[in-house]
């Protein structure tokens, strides 16, 4: 059983973070992934910047570019990522928009994660459909996982789609915005929640967009398998620095 199917099928109140690659400093990325694993989360999802991030928030924007700014690349993600699974046997996940992706060449970049130990990608601008035609066979032929994002405004027979060809995850965005921190979920995201979970569907859900605290990340783990938290991690970052990312994630989980 692959990484990421051993936590969702077993485990409940999932805690994934996502920091965006080469932030604050470009060589952070490993230092980041080990505190995160010292701290006990259960997925580690990195992102691959890009210049034109279109479903994130000004804070992910503001990092990308950063991050950028430092250099990164999708070559040097992957050559800091050479020695990942020396460090954490945790899930990591990539996410990133597909140009830099095709850029890079798909099947090399597969490749590349493969060597890497990464477990799956989540593409938010790639369509399933064109996934599924073009990309499903090579993704599975390097044992990667590709999650998709549902939205409220995702018709039942999308999701349905979705679920049918997924084998790790669905990513359940709280709300149809881009990515940042709320303080709490309003009636019409819990009506959305209940939707959803009233069609049984067989892959596991995660909640991410808007997790920022703990009635957030208990709200979100009330309807579904756990949550993705990026934007409040990523201030937490700029605020507290790499070494306060354990008392971070004790504040979501205590």
């Known amino acids: 059983m692959s990484r990421i199917k051993e936590v969702v099928n077993n485990k409940d109140k999932i805690i994934s973070i996502y920091f965006t690659a080469g932030f604050p400093e470009?060589?952070?990325?490993?230092?980041?992934?080990?505190?995160?694993?010292?701290?006990?989360?259960?997925?580690?999802?990195?992102?691959?910047?890009?210049?034109?991030?279109?479903?994130?928030?000004?804070?992910?924007?503001?990092?990308?570019?950063?991050?950028?700014?430092?250099?990164?690349?999708?070559?040097?993600?992957?050559?800091?990522?050479?020695?990942?699974?020396?460090?954490t046997e945790t899930p990591v996940i990539i996410m990133g928009y597909f140009n830099p992706i095709l850029q890079y060449g798909v099947e090399k970049f597969c490749q590349e994660c493969s060597k890497c130990g990464?477990?799956?990608?989540?593409?938010?601008?790639?369509?399933?459909?064109?996934?599924?035609?073009?990309?499903?066979?090579?993704?599975?032929?390097?044992?990667?996982?590709?999650?998709?994002?549902?939205?409220p405004q995702t018709s039942d027979e999308r999701i349905r789609y979705i679920d049918e060809i997924s084998d790790g995850f669905i990513y359940m965005v709280s709300s149809f915005s881009i990515t940042g921190e709320q303080n709490s979920f309003g009636d019409e995201t819990i009506n959305y929640f209940n939707r959803i979970n009233n069609m049984n569907l067989k892959t596991p859900l995660l909640v991410g967009f808007g997790i920022s605290n703990k009635e957030t990340f208990n709200l979100?783990?009330?309807?579904?398998?756990?949550?993705?938290?990026?934007?409040?991690?990523?201030?937490?970052?700029?605020?507290?620095?790499?070494?306060?990312?354990?008392?971070?994630?004790?504040?979501?989980?205590?």
Request: glycine share 6%; aromatic share 8%; with cysteine.
């Open 118 to 151: 990464i477990d799956g990608l989540i593409i938010p601008d790639l369509p399933i459909d064109f996934f599924h035609n073009n990309y499903y066979d090579l993704f599975k032929n390097y044992n990667l996982h590709n999650m998709f994002l549902i939205t």
């Open 26 to 87: 470009l060589n952070d990325t490993l230092k980041i992934i080990e505190q995160l694993d010292n701290a006990g989360v259960d997925m580690i999802e990195i992102g691959l910047p890009f210049s034109d991030p279109l479903a994130d928030g000004p804070t992910i924007q503001e990092s990308s570019m950063q991050a950028i700014k430092n250099g990164i690349n999708t070559s040097i993600l992957f050559e800091q990522l050479k020695n990942l699974r020396k460090l």
């Open 220 to 254: 979100a783990c009330e309807n579904s398998k756990g949550a993705i938290i990026g934007s409040a991690y990523i201030n937490n970052l700029k605020i507290n620095g790499i070494s306060g990312t354990k008392s971070f994630i004790q504040k979501l989980t205590n």
